[in-house]
């Protein structure tokens, strides 16, 4: 071995002392001499402003520092802790974007804390602050509304980390929205994250109906969002460095009755045997949210390969802003190699904005950061990435011993590289009225295929925003992509058949939810759907029967006992549809779909006025196409067509891309002689329904009544090119 030159190691521990002395002089000259420095005065205030909200009795920290005598235990602690910056945890480098919460120690209180020890801790005489006071259980108060897991987890002393994931079941009637949110995760010292999930489907819950109950392993979940596009748009996690969540004003989140939320844990152990069980509780307003925010994530996981040895092995991702956003907030992640973090906009001028720096990451102390103020990024900026990470043995967190390779993945010995961005995104001035949500869902997909063509997620989402709007034939396209890699995958074959329904091929869309059933007899959504396809080409019996199965499966799904309802009533049962809608209504009192199905038995039964008040009150809750549809229905029925017509424009307004609504105001149309408007609205129905020979054929009649037989007859012959047996076409080609 060669020896170290004393010469050459005596100037540079000379230097760093140097460097220490100057940078502790300069903070020094700020300060108060050691001797005036006291706990009273200077010590208590910076104590309880910085290190007491996790630092007291029954608190995250460790110790408690609310009193003289738990600082003076601490101070050795203390001086280490701040000289290093490791307390308060705070990894952002303060040169950046301005963040809300910093807690970042000045220098003069660094060095105050130092000249308190260094004069031996001396007490005061003068007043002291009083020490604040925190709950001894929930941060803000009791909640509105605690969920806790159905049952404890008990986690091992040694072995692999573990993936957990209990449903919660939200007990709540009617919407709600939640300003604030506080986990407890139940035994923080192995909990490596807990995330909090929104399943509005209850899919979850479905698709393990025995088993829920006792936790699903598992690290990455896909729930159905249901009819309606609803991406994340809020932080809903719980890190090592959490408090409880507040929302920003304006900007609570939505739980409506049926909604789960999914407790999705991440579990390391630590030698010895711990038990878990989470609690989350609730905190709501009667304020609906003004605003809907998004987050984007940048990743590039699938380029993680990092040499063992290998000190600066780069990451990088870029995601280029279809719309003007306000930037929230900010969240990185990433494990135990990562080493520096850097984040950044491109402004679309060329000019670079820094977002966030951090240079020593620390897993133990990370935490979701927001901007002080929004930063307003025009159309066009790109958000940019880029993590270094340390795979050798200089680095003191490497959980390889010696280094190893590491890629990808969900274990804490795995590798991560993810910056989430919570968003605002601005209506564009060309279209006002679009949800710039979508323009930016499909850049961020678009994004993901380009680094993994292969990428399902993005595949199946960018599938999803075509049927979003109104084009199934491209989302039948993507799923087939999907389904090219993963052929069993019911989920996807259940949306394609969703696709096909839509473009007006029945036939294939029932092959396909036949298919699904075959890989997965239990799976909810595909028999729903099955259901639903049933009632509306009016196969009533098949129909009841599947809702009926559903129904006894998942009693507590209302969407199933309404389906049922409805099949019941399509089939003249309204006294048994009425005994499915009552107990369904005492659970849901304001569902609008429900209460617009209660109206339809009062029509059967010939009760016009107490449907009539059902549908008024449903409509006062919510603007609902069920409701409008049946109000125009007992308008009609009592033959009052202009307010029948009335409730139809409304229904097709709610509905657009719905050929229903289109089609039943060409009827009303043409009872009131408006024959322009009929033809409008009939040539609509044909556009978004094309494979409907019925739909040509009243085309066809509509065309007659405008003088026009020579579209009659071309609309009378495509309705016997789709169906050669339709007698209604036969008859008026005939009668032409």
């Not at 329904?501 to 939810?513: H, I, N, P, R, V």
């Not at 959504?525 to 009016?538: C, G, H, K, V």
């Not at 016009?608 to 008024?616: I, M, N, S, V």
Request: glycine share 4%.
């Amino acid at each position: 071995m060669i020896p170290r030159s004393p010469s050459r190691a005596i100037p540079l521990l000379l230097l760093l002392t140097l460097a220490s002395a100057l940078t502790l002089s300069k903070a020094a000259a700020q300060t108060p001499p050691a001797a005036c420095v006291t706990w009273r005065s200077q010590i208590a205030p910076i104590l309880y402003k910085n290190c007491t909200s996790c630092h007291h009795s029954n608190g995250s920290g460790p110790f408690p520092l609310t009193t003289y005598q738990d600082a003076r235990r601490r101070s050795d602690l203390l001086v280490t802790a701040t000289q290093s910056r490791y307390m308060p945890p705070w990894l952002p480098d303060p040169n950046q974007e301005p963040l809300a919460g910093s807690r970042r120690l000045a220098a003069s209180d660094i060095a105050l804390i130092r000249a308190w020890v260094n004069a031996g801790m001396p007490e005061g005489s003068g007043s002291a602050p009083p020490p604040p006071t925190y709950p001894a259980d929930w941060q803000l108060g009791p909640p509105d509304l605690i969920l806790e897991m159905p049952v404890a987890l008990a986690v091992p002393a040694s072995g692999t980390d573990l993936f957990e994931n209990f449903v919660l079941p939200v007990p709540i009637t009617s919407t709600r929205w939640v300003r604030a949110m506080e986990i407890k995760p139940g035994a923080p010292q192995v909990t490596h994250h807990a995330n909090v999930i929104i399943d509005r489907t209850a899919s979850l819950r479905h698709s393990h109906p025995t088993d829920w109950q006792r936790g699903i392993p598992g690290m990455d979940l896909l729930v159905d969002s249901g009819d309606r596009f609803d991406p994340d748009s809020h932080f809903l996690f719980w890190k090592p460095d959490s408090t409880a969540l507040v929302e920003p004003e304006g900007m609570p989140w939505r739980l409506d009755p049926g909604n789960d939320l999914i407790l999705n844990l991440h579990l390391k152990p630590t030698g010895k045997p711990e038990t878990v069980r989470a609690r989350i509780g609730l905190y709501f307003t009667p304020r609906p949210a003004t605003a809907q925010p998004m987050l984007l994530q940048l990743e590039n996981d699938a380029a993680l390969d990092i040499p063992p040895g290998d000190k600066t092995f780069v990451l990088e991702d870029e995601l280029k802003l279809p719309v003007a956003v306000d930037l929230l907030g900010i969240y990185p992640h990433a494990h135990y190699l990562a080493k520096r973090m850097e984040a950044w906009i491109t402004l679309p001028a060329g000019a670079r904005h820094p977002l966030l720096l951090i240079n020593d990451w620390d897993i133990d102390r990370q935490s979701v950061y927001r901007l002080a103020k929004p930063l307003s990024l025009p159309k066009g900026s790109v958000l940019h990435m880029r993590y270094t990470y340390d795979n050798s043995a200089a680095n003191l967190r490497n959980r390889h011993s010696p280094p190893s390779r590491v890629r990808a993945g969900n274990r804490s010995e795995d590798e991560m590289g993810h910056l989430w961005l919570q968003v605002l995104p601005k209506p564009s001035p060309l279209d006002p009225k679009a949800d710039p949500r979508l323009a930016l869902e499909r850049a961020w997909m678009q994004s993901r295929l380009r680094k993994n063509p292969h990428d399902q997620l993005a595949q199946y989402n960018l599938a999803s925003l075509s049927m979003e709007e109104n084009d199934p034939h491209q989302a039948a396209v993507l799923y087939r992509q999907v389904l090219a890699q993963s052929p069993n995958d019911v989920r996807a074959l259940t949306a394609l058949g969703s696709a096909l329904e839509l473009s007006g091929d029945t036939t294939a869309a029932e092959t396909q939810f036949r298919t699904a059933l075959t890989h997965d007899p239990a799976n909810a959504p595909a028999a729903f759907d099955l259901a639903q396809l049933d009632l509306r080409r009016s196969a009533f019996p098949q129909a009841e029967l599947l809702f009926r199965r559903l129904a006894t499966d998942h009693p507590d799904d209302i969407g199933a006992h309404l389906g049922l309802a409805r099949a019941l009533l399509a089939q003249g049962n309204a006294s048994a549809a009425k005994l499915e809608l009552q107990p369904l209504l005492l659970r849901a009192p304001e569902d609008c779909e429900a209460l617009a199905a209660l109206a339809q038995v009062y029509l059967q039964q010939g009760n016009l006025d107490q449907a009539q008040q059902l549908l008024t009150h449903a409509l006062r809750i919510h603007d609902d196409p069920d409701a409008e549809r049946t109000l125009a229905l007992v308008y009609a029925d009592q033959g009052q067509l202009p307010q029948a017509l009335d409730h139809l424009q409304s229904w097709q307004r709610l509905a657009p891309n719905d050929a229903e609504p289109h089609r039943a105001l060409a009827q009303v149309y043409l009872q009131l002689t408006r024959i322009p408007d009929a033809l409008a609205q009939q040539t609509l129905v044909v556009q978004l329904n094309p494979s409907s020979a019925s739909d040509w054929n009243d085309l066809g009649v509509i065309e007659v009544h405008a003088g026009n037989r020579t579209a009659a007859r071309r609309d009378f012959e495509r309705a016997l090119t789709l169906e050669p047996t339709n007698r209604a076409a036969q008859q008026n080609l005939h009668r032409l």
